[in-house]
């Protein structure tokens, strides 16, 4: 069974860091053909913020390049998010998503596997 949990949200004041982390089971690691984040504020709908493809590369939002970096650790089947210079409109439930197959890397659906999400916060 595929299983994405993440963990590492919490609260924590503009301009500081945090990172998020997306521990993936029940497939090879890098059978995956994209691991994402996604972001859902109260009230909008869930978004974009970066990921990366094994034949693409990465890509960021363009709310959030410039400050999160998205990274692997295969041997620990571990998908990272570093956010820095965080800013209140940064504050969401971030999700961690895989999909068996190229597509859209920037759209929900292409994804076939998600995370229960980890809420942060950016207070001002």
């Known amino acids: 069974q595929v299983q994405l949990v993440e963990s590492g949200g919490g609260l924590v004041q503009a301009g500081g860091s945090l990172r998020v982390s997306c521990q993936v089971s029940?497939?090879?690691?890098?059978?995956?053909?994209?691991m994402g984040w996604f972001r859902q504020a109260p009230g909008k709908e869930r978004e974009f913020v970066a990921a990366?493809?094994?034949?693409?590369?990465?890509y960021y939002a363009d709310s959030v390049k410039g400050r999160f970096t998205i990274s692997r650790d295969n041997a620990k089947n571990t998908v990272y998010l570093q956010m820095n210079s965080l800013k209140p409109e940064d504050t969401a439930v971030y999700y961690c998503a895989a999909a068996g197959n190229e597509g859209a890397i920037t759209t929900a659906y292409t994804y076939h596997y998600w995370g229960q999400g980890t809420q942060v916060t950016v207070s001002s």
């Open positions: 029940g497939r090879t690691f890098s059978s995956y053909s994209i």
């Open positions: 990366f493809s094994w034949i693409d590369g990465t």
